[in-house]
C-alpha cells in the first residue's frame, strides 16, 4: 500500500480524484417527514422514500464504490440487486452490507464508535438532553446494541416502529457537517434548530473513531462569540453558524467561505483567524450571497469541473452583475439595486489589511483557475439552465450548479436539469445516464480510469424535493492532489 492510501483526510482541490468519502444513505427518518413539520426539518415537500433509495440513491452508492471500492462491486450487481437480497448490500446494519473504508456510511461509523460503553452513555445522554426524552426512554436507548443504537439516534425511530424524537432527514447531506481542508477537518455548527443532532453526531465520531485517530490535533472547532446568549434577537450578526455547503477548497493555499441563509459574518470572521493562526491555509475569499432560500449556500450557484471550468447561475455572471448589453438607462437605474448584490472579498495571510475586492464571480473564478491552478488556456463557464429564462432558475432550483467531481472532468448530476446538460453537450461532454453506464463497467466496456469530461446523469425525482445535489451529499475526506 503506497503512503497515499494511507493518508485517511487530505483535500487540495474541488476536481483531484476522490478516494475517500463520507456518506449517508437515505433512512426510515426521510418517510417520516409530514406536511406540517416538512419546512421545519428543511425540505419544500415530503418524499417517497422507496423510490429515494432504490431508483435514484443506490444508483449514486454503485457508480461511487465502482470508482472508488470497485472491488466488492464489480461484477457483482446482479446479486447485489437480485430481489431476494433485499437491498442488504445498502443497509448499514445487516451482515451483507458494503461497509467500505472508501465510501464511509455515517451510521456504520457511529455504531462503531458506540461500541465504547463511555462513549455510548455520554452519547446518549447528548442526545436524549437535546431531545427532552424521558429517563425511562434513555434506559432504553442504553439496552440496544450498537448498530440498532446507531439507526435510533439517527432516525429517531425504536424497533417497533416508535417515533421517539424526530428524525434526521438532512443527514443525507454530508457536506454540511464538517469540511476537509488539507489535513485539517472543520466541523460545523448549523444554523437550524433540525440540524443540530447531526453536529452533535459528527462531533462524537470525528473525535472518537479510530479512522480519524491520527488526525484528532487536527479537528477545528468554531468557537462562539463571547456572550453569544446574552445578545438580543437583533445581535443576530453575532452568531455562530457554519455549514460545509458554504466552504470549498479550490487550492491547498486557497479556500472559499460563503456568507449566506446558512453562514453568518461572525462564523467567517472566525474561520479566517483560525485558519491564518493554524498555518491551514494562506488565502481566503469570503463571498457574501443573498439571504434567500433558493441560494442557501453558495455550492447550490456554483461548483467547480475542471480547473478550467465552472458550472455557474447565470445572475452571478459578469454580464448581468456588470449591466453589459443593457441600455444606458436600464444600467444606471438597475445599479442601483442592493438585493442581488454579491460582495467577494479576499483576505491574504500574510497582508489581511489590504483585501482584494471582486466584483462578480466570473472574475474571481477565473482568477482561481488561471493564479491559484496555473490553467494556461481559456477559463470556461456552463450556466445553469444554458443560461434561458426561466431554465435557468428552474434547474438552479434542483440542483444544476451542485455537481459532485469523481475526478477532473467527471461530474455527477441529475437527470432533470435539461437546459444544464444541453449547454454540457455543448461544451464537448459526453452525457450518460448511470444505468447505462453502470451496465457498460459490469461488461467491461469501459472503466472509471478511461472516462474523460462526462456528466453521470443520476434520476431525481424525490431526492431533488430534500434541496441538494450531489455535492451537497458528500463531504470528501481525501483526494489526489491535481498535478
Avoid at 49 to 60: A, H, N, P, S
Avoid at 85 to 106: A, G, I, M
Avoid at 122 to 147: D, F, H, I, R
Amino acid at each position: 500500500m503506497s503512503r497515499k492510501e494511507k493518508k485517511v483526510v487530505q483535500v487540495t482541490s474541488e476536481v483531484g480524484r476522490l478516494r475517500r468519502l463520507l456518506v449517508h444513505s437515505p433512512d426510515s427518518g426521510l418517510g417520516k417527514v409530514v406536511p406540517s413539520k416538512a419546512q421545519d426539518w428543511l425540505f419544500e415537500d415530503i418524499v417517497h422514500l422507496e423510490t429515494m433509495r432504490k431508483k435514484e440513491y443506490d444508483y449514486y452508492t454503485k457508480v461511487l464504490m465502482y470508482f472508488l471500492d470497485p472491488e466488492k462491486i464489480r461484477g457483482r450487481l446482479h446479486l447485489i440487486d437480485a430481489p431476494e437480497n433485499n437491498r442488504d448490500f445498502y443497509k448499514p446494519e445487516k451482515p451483507e452490507f458494503y461497509k467500505s473504508e472508501k465510501v464511509v456510511e455515517l451510521e456504520w461509523l457511529l455504531a462503531d464508535v458506540l461500541n465504547d460503553q463511555e462513549i455510548k452513555l455520554k452519547l446518549v445522554a447528548s442526545v436524549c438532553a437535546v431531545e427532552g426524552c424521558s429517563y425511562a426512554t434513555q434506559n432504553e436507548l442504553l439496552e440496544l446494541s450498537p448498530a440498532k443504537l446507531s439507526k435510533v439516534i439517527i432516525s429517531g425511530t425504536i424497533e417497533d416502529d416508535r417515533l421517539i424524537f424526530p428524525p434526521i432527514p438532512n443527514f443525507i447531506f454530508t457536506r454540511d457537517i464538517g469540511i476537509v481542508i488539507n489535513e485539517y477537518v472543520l466541523l460545523n455548527k448549523p444554523a437550524k434548530t433540525a440540524r443540530l443532532r447531526e453536529a452533535l453526531l459528527a462531533k462524537y465520531i470525528f473525535f472518537n473513531h479510530p479512522l480519524f485517530e491520527a488526525y484528532r490535533d487536527n479537528i477545528l472547532e468554531i468557537p462562539d462569540t463571547a456572550h453569544h446568549f446574552l445578545l438580543p434577537r437583533d445581535g443576530d450578526e453575532k452568531k455562530v453558524t457554519l455549514e460545509g455547503g458554504d466552504v470549498m477548497v479550490v487550492h491547498k493555499d486557497h479556500l472559499l467561505v460563503g456568507i449566506s441563509e446558512r453562514t453568518t459574518m461572525e462564523a467567517a470572521h472566525q474561520v479566517v483567524n483560525m485558519l491564518f493562526e493554524r498555518n491551514v491555509v494562506k488565502k481566503i475569499t469570503i463571498i457574501k450571497i443573498p439571504r434567500r432560500r433558493d441560494y442557501m449556500h453558495i455550492d447550490t450557484i456554483f461548483t467547480q469541473v475542471k480547473r478550467n471550468m465552472w458550472v455557474l447561475l447565470g445572475a452571478f455572471s459578469k454580464k448581468v452583475i456588470k449591466h453589459e448589453g443593457a441600455d444606458p438607462i436600464e444600467r444606471i437605474l438597475e445599479g442601483n439595486k442592493k438585493e442581488d448584490k454579491i460582495r467577494i472579498i479576499q483576505f491574504r495571510k500574510k497582508d489581511p489589511e489590504n483585501p482584494v475586492y471582486f466584483d462578480n464571480l466570473e472574475d474571481l473564478l477565473t482568477d482561481i483557475s488561471e493564479n491559484d491552478l496555473e490553467c494556461k488556456g481559456k477559463v470556461k463557464f456552463i450556466y445553469s439552465g444554458n443560461n434561458k429564462f426561466p431554465f435557468d432558475t428552474r434547474e438552479q432550483w434542483t440542483d444544476s450548479c451542485n455537481l459532485l467531481a469523481l475526478k477532473e472532468g467527471v461530474v455527477l448530476g441529475y437527470d432533470r436539469n435539461d437546459k444544464t446538460v444541453e449547454a454540457f453537450r455543448e461544451a464537448g461532454f459526453t452525457i450518460v445516464h448511470v444505468k447505462d453506464l453502470l451496465d457498460q463497467f459490469e461488461k467491461e466496456e469501459t472503466t472509471p480510469d478511461e472516462l474523460e469530461d462526462t456528466l453521470i446523469l443520476i434520476p431525481s425525482a424525490e431526492l431533488s424535493r430534500a434541496r441538494g445535489g450531489f455535492h451537497c451529499m458528500s463531504m470528501p475526506l481525501f483526494r489526489e492532489d491535481i498535478d
